[in-house]
C-alpha cells in the first residue's frame, strides 16, 4: 500500500535511529520549521518598519516575496514531516506512542517538567488538521491579504499561531500543554487586532485574550490538583496513576475535570464564556477560518479527550459537559438564524458545532467528538475561505464605486452565484457538509455524536439516562436548525436577485487562483472526509451502499489506543451502551435524519428563493423574538452591566476609597500627627525664661504634692 | 586586599567597593564625561560579578562561599563578613545587570547635574551590592539603611513635580519599618551572648515563640515596607509616578527585592515557629493575595502609565510572598524567579514609558493612541516585556507565577485559587493600557512624528528581552543554582527542635496546613460523591 521509496527514504537511517525508533530531532523539524517562519517573517517586519526610515515600504517587493515563500513554505515544510510520522505510523502495523525528551524546563525535588512531545495517534491527527488546513489557508491569505501593509507582520504572527497550536497538541504534559494554550490566545489576540487603528478591532483582541484567560485559570488549577493529586502531570504518568489514586465518581477527579471543563469552556467558547468568538470575526477572514474554526477553538475538545481518563471517572462533569455543549450548540444556532454579517453567521455556526463536539465528548464518544472536529476543520474552514473570498471581492468591487456600504453585510449580496461560480458551488458541499447531508463528511461526524448521545441515555446503567434523552432531542433540533440557517446563508449570498448598490455587482468576480486552488482542496475533503470513520452498522446499510462504498471506520481504530482506558472505565461503571438512539435503530434513524436535514435545505432554498425579502435594516418588518435573536439574547449587554460595569466600579472605589481614602490617609495620617506632637512639643520651649520658670514652678508644685500626700 | 582574602573571594570584594572607586572618578571627572565614566564603571562591575555564574559552585555544600571576614568594630563582634550562596547570588547579578543597564537609560533623561547623579547611581549600586553580599548582620543594616540616602537624593533632585513629598514619604515610611528592625537585631544581639552579629551566629540563638513572634514583627515589618506588602504599599506609587526613570528603574528592579530577600534570608530562618505556625502563614499570604487582587484593579483604573506599572510591582511582589511563605522548594523557586522576572519585566515597561516620556512629555495613557505605527519597534519591545509582566508562558513571569502558585497550592488551596485568579486580572489592567497607548487611532497628530527607538535605547532594552525568554525557556540552570541554599531555609523551618525550642506545644504551631489539603482529598477519596441516575 505504501510506495516503497517512501519506506526507503523514511527508513533511511535519516531519522530514524538503529533500533528504527525515531530520532528526536524529526518531530522536532515539525515544531521548528513553523518558528523559523516566524523569526524570518518578523524579522522582515521589523526590518521593513526600521526606524530612520522615511520611505517605509522602498523595495519591500523582493522581501513580500521571501515571506509569500517563507510563511506558507514552513507550515508545508511541517506538513511533510507530519504525513512522514503518520506513514511511519502506518507502517508500524500497530500504532505506536513516540515520547521525546528535549531538555528539562523546571525541576525541583519533587517537581519535574520536561520540554518533551508525545507523538501518538490523537495527537498525529490533530497535527495533520493543523499543519494540512492550515497550509491551505495560508496559501490563501497569499491572495487575501496581498495589499496589506502588514504583510510580514500577519504571517509572522500567523506561523507564531501555528508554532503554538503544535506545542498545545504535540507536548507530553499539561503544562508544556499549556504554554501552548496561552501562546496560540496570544496569537489570536494578536491576529484579531490586526488592524489595531480601528478601535473596535482592537478592542476584540483584548476581549479574547482576557475571556480567554478566564479558562486558562482553570486550567492552572486543574494542573496544580494533578499535582498535589497524583504527583505528576505528564500523560503518561497521570494514565498510570490515575486509577490508583482516584475513584469513579470521586470528588477530587471530579473538581479536576470541573476546572479543565473551564478551560475548556473558555478556549471552545462555550456557554458562558462564548462572547469573545463573535467579536474574534475582527479579525482577517483566514485567520477566522484557521484560528476560530478550525484549529484552536477546538484545543478544548482535545484537552477533554486527551484527558479522556480523567472525564471518564467523573460522571457529573461529563454530564456536564456534554450539557454545555448541545445547550450551546441549540443556543448558538438560534442566534445564527438572524445575523446579516456573513462572518458572524459563520461564527455562531462554529460555536454551534463546538457545542457538538463538547456533547460527543460529554458522552464518552471521544472519537466521534475528534471525528467531527476533523470533519469540520474542513467544511467550516472551506466556508471561512469561500465567505473571504466573497468580502474581498465585495470590499474590491464597493471600493471601485466609492460605496461606504458594508461589504460583510449579506443585505448587500444576493446573485453572486453569476460572478463566482466556483466559490459559490464550492460553499453549497462545504453547506451540504456541515448541514448533515448523506454522504457527506458532515453527515458521518455529526450523527455519530447524536447517535452516540442516544445510545448513551439507553446504556445499561446510564449515569443521568432522562437527561441525555433532552440532550438527543436538543441536537437533534440544532442539526435542523443548522440546515435552516445555512440555506438562508447561501441563499442570501448567491441566489436571487443581486442587491449590491448600483454598478458594483458587475464589478464582483471570480477568486483568483492562488485563493481558489485551497478552496478546492477542502470542497474535496469536505466531500470526502468522513469516509475516514463509517461505523460498521453504518456500511452494511442501505447509506453504506451495503459496504460497497469505498468506506472504512479507521479512524476510530486509530484513536482508540488513546482512550482505550476511558472505555474501559465507562465500560465497567455504565455498561454497554445500546446501539440505538431513542426512536429505534442507528440506521433508521440515520437515514431519517439526514432526510429531515436534506428536506429543510430544499424547503429552505425554495422558500428563501420565492420569497422578496425586504431586506432593510432590522427592526421594520421582525417581530420580538427576531430582534432578540439578532441581538443575540443581549448577553454582552448583561455581561456589561453585571460583570463589566461593577469590576470597573468596584476597581475605582478600591483606589479612590480604600487605597487613597484610607490606608494612604491612615499613613499621611499617622506622619502628621507625628508632626502635631512635635508642634506640641515645641510650644513649651518658647525661648523666654518666663515661661520656662513657670512650668518648673508647676512642676515642683506637683513633686511637692506627690510627696507631702 | 586581594593577598588578603582567600581564593577567589576577592571578586566579591571587588564587586562591592568598584562601583565606589566609579562614583569617585566620576565625581572628580568632568561633567560631561560622567554619564560615560559611571557606565563603564558599572559594566566593569556587570563583567566582573558575571564570573559568580561559575564561581559559585552549587554542588560544594551548603553555606556561604567566596566568603571573607574582617575585623570591624571587634569589641562588639562586628564583622565586616561577606559571601555569597544561591540566594544572594542572583540578586547581586540582578543588580550589577539593571544598575548600568538603569544608566545607560538616563542618558537622555538626566539633564542636570549629571556629576552627582551618576555618582549617586554607583553609590546606589554599592549599598545595595553590600545589602545582598553582607554575612553580618551589623554590616546589612548599614548597608539596608544606606539604600535610602542615594535614593532619597535621587528622587527629591530629579524627581517630578510632587519629588519632595515622595521622597520624604519613601524616606520615613521605609527607615520607620529599619528602625524596629534594629531593635530586633538588638534584642537577638543581647539573647546571642553580645558575641557576634554573624548571620551564623544569629541562627543558632534558641528563641522561644513569643520572642520570635515579636522579632518577626520587627523584621517582618521592616520587609514588609519595602516589598511592599499589601497594604504597606502606599508610599511606592508616589515614589514611581516622582521619580525620574533611571530611580523608577532601580527602585522597581532592585530595591524592593530587598524585601523579599530579607524575607528569604532572615524570616524564615531565624524564625521557624512563626514561620510554622499555620495562623501567621495564613495572615501574611492572605496580605499577599490581597496585594494581588487589588492592586490589580486599582492599576486597571490608573489614568498614569508609570503609576499603573508601580500598583502591579505589588501584585507582582504578592505572588513572591504567596511562594515564599509556601516555604517547599517550589514555592521559593517561583518566588526567586519571579523577583529576578519582575526585575526585568518592570525595568523593561519602566524604562520603555520613559522613553516615550523623553518624546511626549506626558505619562497619562489617554494622550497617547496609535502609537504602533509610528514606532513600531518601542510597540514590540513594550509588548513584550508587557506580556512577560503578566506571565505568559514562554517568558519569564509565567515560569515564577507557575512555581510560587503550584507551591502555595500544596499549602494553601484556597489562598492559591485567588491568587491565580490574578491572572485574569493582570491581563484586565495591562492589555487596556497596551491597547490605548499603542492601538487604536492616533489621538495627538504630533504622535505620529515620533522618533521610534535609538540604537542606545535598543542596547538598553536587549538584555532584558534576552534574560525574559531565558528565564522563561530554560531556566534550570537558574533553579539549579538556587535549590541547595533554598532547601537549607527549608530544613531550618522544619526541622525545629534542632535549635532546642521546647516552649511550645506540639500541635499548636504544626504545619496544620498541608495536612488540612491532605485530610480534604482523603475525604473526597472515601466518601465518592453521589452519582445520581437509575439503576
Known sequence: MINPHLNLFIESGLFVDGNMNWKPIMPAIIILAPLIGFIINGAISLYLNRPNVNSKGESSNGLKRIVSVVGPGSILASFIVVGLNGFRMLLAGHPTTFNANYWTWLQTSDFQVNVGIQIDTLSIVMMAVITGVGFLIHLFSIGYMESEKGYARYFAYLNLFVFFMLILVMGSSYPIMFVGWEGVGLCSYLLIGYWFEDEEKASAGKKAFIVNRIGDLGFLLGIFLLHSALGSVDYVGVAENASGVFVYGGGLVTLIT???????????????????????????????????????????????????????????????????????????????????????????????????????????????????????AFFKALLFLGAGAVIHSMHHALHKVHSEDDPQDMRNMGGLRQYMPITCFLMWIATLAISGVWPLSGFFSKDEIIWMTGSFAMAESSPFPSLYKIYWVMAVATALMTAYYMTRFMVMTFH?????????????????????????????????????????????????????????????????????????????????????????????????????????????????????????????????????????????????????????????????????????????????????????GSLFHTGQVNTYAFFLTLGLLAVLITVMF | MISLVAGDAWVLQAILWLPVVGAAHVILGSESRAKILALVWSTLVFLLSASLWWLYNPNAGSGYQLVSSFEWIAKFGVNYALGVDGISLFMLLLTTLITPIAILGSFEYIKTKEKAFYSLMLMLEFAVLGVFSATDMFLFYVFFELTLIPMYFIIGIWGGGRRIYAAVKFFLFTSLGSLLMLVGILYMYSRGGSESFAFDHFLQIPLSLTEQLWLFGAFGLAFAIKI????????????????????????????????????????????????????IVGLVMGLGVLGILLCAWIAAVQHDAKKLVAYTSVAHMG?????????????????????????????????????????????????????????PWLTTMFVVSAFASIGVPGTSGFTGEFLALIGAFEVSPTMAIFAATGVVFAAYYMLPMVQSIFFNTKTEPENSELQDLTRRESLVLIPLIVGIFWLGVYPKPFMDRMSPSLNEVIERVEDQEDIGVTLFTPGTSERRVSEDLGHVVDSWETEPTEVGGSD
Open chain 1, 258 to 376: 470541573l476546572f479543565f471543563l473551564l478551560a475548556g469552556v473558555g478556549k471552545s467558547a462555550q456557554i458562558p464564556l462564548f462572547v469573545w468568538l463573535p467579536d474574534a470575526m475582527a479579525g482577517p477572514t483566514p485567520v477566522s477560518a484557521l484560528i476560530h474554526a478550525a484549529t484552536m477553538v477546538t484545543a478544548g475538545v482535545y484537552l477533554i479527550v486527551r484527558s479522556s481518563v480523567l472525564f471518564a471517572m467523573a460522571p457529573v462533569t461529563s454530564a456536564l459537559v456534554a450539557g454545555i455543549g448541545v445547550s450551546t450548540a441549540l443556543f448558538a444556532a438560534t442566534i445564527a438564524c438572524k445575523q446579516y454579517d456573513i462572518k458572524k453567521v459563520l461564527a455562531y455556526s462554529t460555536i454551534s458545532q463546538l457545542g457538538y463536539m463538547f456533547l460527543g465528548v460529554g458522552v464518552g464518544a471521544y472519537t466521534a467528538g475528534v471525528f467531527h472536529l476533523v470533519t469540520h
Open chain 1, 496 to 680: 436571487g436577485k443581486n442587491r449590491t448598490v448600483d454598478g458594483a455587482g458587475s464589478a464582483i468576480h471570480e477568486t483568483p487562483k492562488i485563493m481558489l486552488i485551497p478552496l478546492i482542496i477542502l470542497g474535496f475533503l469536505s466531500f470526502f472526509g468522513g469516509w475516514v470513520n463509517v461505523t460498521p452498522h453504518l456500511m452494511e446499510s442501505v447509506i453504506g451502499g451495503f459496504g460497497a462504498l469505498p468506506m472504512t471506520d479507521w479512524l476510530h481504530h486509530w484513536i482508540e489506543p488513546v482512550i482505550a482506558e476511558s472505555h474501559h472505565i465507562q465500560l465497567e461503571n455504565i455498561g454497554e451502551t445500546g446501539h440505538v438512539s431513542p426512536v429505534g435503530g442507528g440506521e433508521v434513524f440515520w437515514a431519517v435524519l439526514s432526510t429531515c436535514a436534506a428536506a429543510v435545505l430544499v424547503i429552505g432554498t425554495t422558500y428563501f428563493k420565492s420569497k422578496s425579502l425586504s431586506y432593510g435594516v432590522l427592526g421594520e418588518d421582525s417581530g420580538t423574538i427576531s430582534r432578540f435573536l439578532y441581538n443575540k439574547w443581549y448577553i454582552d449587554e448583561f455581561y456589561d452591566k453585571w460583570i463589566v460595569k461593577p469590576l470597573g466600579q468596584m476597581s475605582k472605589f478600591c483606589w479612590l476609597k480604600f487605597d487613597q481614602g484610607f490606608i494612604d490617609r491612615a499613613v499621611n495620617l499617622s506622619g502628621r500627627s507625628a508632626k502635631g506632637i512635635g508642634w506640641f
Open chain 2, 228 to 279: 511592599p506588602l499589601f497594604p504597606f504599599h502606599t508610599w511606592l506609587p508616589d515614589a514611581h509616578v516622582e521619580a525620574p526613570t533611571p530611580g523608577s528603574v532601580v527602585l522597581a528592579s532592585v530595591l524592593l527585592k530587598m524585601g523579599t530577600y530579607g524575607f528569604v534570608r532572615f524570616l524564615l530562618p531565624f524564625f521557624p515557629l512563626v514561620v510554622s505556625n499555620s495562623f
Open chain 2, 319 to 375: 505572588f513572591v510572598v504567596l511562594g515564599i511563605f509556601a516555604t517547599n522548594e517550589i514555592g521559593l523557586q517561583g518566588a526567586m524567579i519571579i523577583m529576578i522576572s519582575h526585575g526585568l519585566s518592570t525595568g523593561a515597561l519602566f524604562l520603555l514609558l520613559g522613553m516615550l516620556y523623553e518624546r511626549t512629555k506626558t505619562r497619562e495613557i489617554s494622550e497617547f493612541g496609535g502609537l504602533a505605527k509610528s514606532v
